[in-house]
């Protein structure tokens, strides 16, 4: 049973352009909803995460929206640039005595110059 | 400061052989998690350990599979008579206390049984 679903499985978009990558949960005690991105040969690197008493939360060209009642969030990557080319992973868990993270499926972005 | 060091890189194994994949934590880390990536999926949970100690291995298979996080040296994990099915990467990440928003990634270690 995939706790995270994730969508959609891959992503162009041209440069300049605004990606987004959505999440949806089932598990209403998660609490910490990571995102991941993963460049081939490589291993996932942490790379914004928010938890769900704010809506949300902007890190540089980086932006996380999170919608509690519909158990959804979201990536959004403003100007996106050819280096953003990766796999991103969203990924969910209980922060409090927790032990694993649960990952959704990945999506493999390509930025197109 | 390293960071997690997982080896070797690339293994290729042959159907029935046995299978080590070794990860060493970050400097003071002593929690150390393992994920298996197929292909096409993301990573799924397999084994928590601290050192000497296995917390909680519920998503490790029941045969074959076994780990381990001793005092001394990298943590293990040990596939025993691989078959074309185990043939995933196999990533590790540490922490420095129990908390799963805390773990940082090794490079992981790409498996394939022939």
């Known amino acids: 049973q995939q706790q995270v679903k994730q969508s959609p499985q891959s992503l162009i978009v041209q440069k300049g352009g605004i990606s987004i990558i959505n999440c949806a949960y089932e598990?209403?005690?998660?609490?910490?909803f990571p995102w991941y991105q993963q460049f081939p040969g490589k291993g996932p690197a942490l790379l914004i995460a928010i938890r769900p008493d704010v809506s949300e939360k902007k890190e540089g060209r980086f932006t996380i929206s999170f919608n509690k009642s519909a158990k959804q969030f979201s990536l959004h990557i403003m100007d996106s640039q050819p280096g953003d080319s990766a796999t991103y992973f969203c990924?969910?868990?209980?922060?409090?005595?927790?032990?694993?993270?649960?990952f959704g499926t990945g999506t493999r972005l390509t930025v197109i110059p | 400061n390293a960071g997690v060091m997982q080896n070797p890189r690339h293994l290729v194994r042959r159907r029935g052989q046995e299978a080590r994949l070794r990860c060493s934590p970050m400097?003071?880390?002593?929690?150390v998690y393992w994920y298996r990536q197929l292909p096409e999926e993301g990573l799924k949970f397999m084994v928590y350990?601290?050192?000497?100690?296995?917390?909680?291995e519920s998503g490790m298979p029941k045969e074959r599979f076994s780990a381990e996080f001793p005092k001394e040296g990298p943590s293990i994990l040990r596939i025993q008579q691989v078959v074309r099915g185990d043939s995933a990467a196999y990533f590790c990440a540490s922490s420095p206390e129990t908390g799963a928003e805390t773990q940082y990634f090794g490079p992981g270690t790409r498996l394939l049984v022939l």
């Open positions: 598990n209403t005690a998660f609490d910490y």
């Open positions: 990924a969910a868990t209980k922060e409090t005595g927790a032990n694993n993270l649960f």
């Open positions: 350990l601290q050192k000497e100690n296995i917390i909680d």
């Open positions: 400097k003071g880390h002593s929690h």
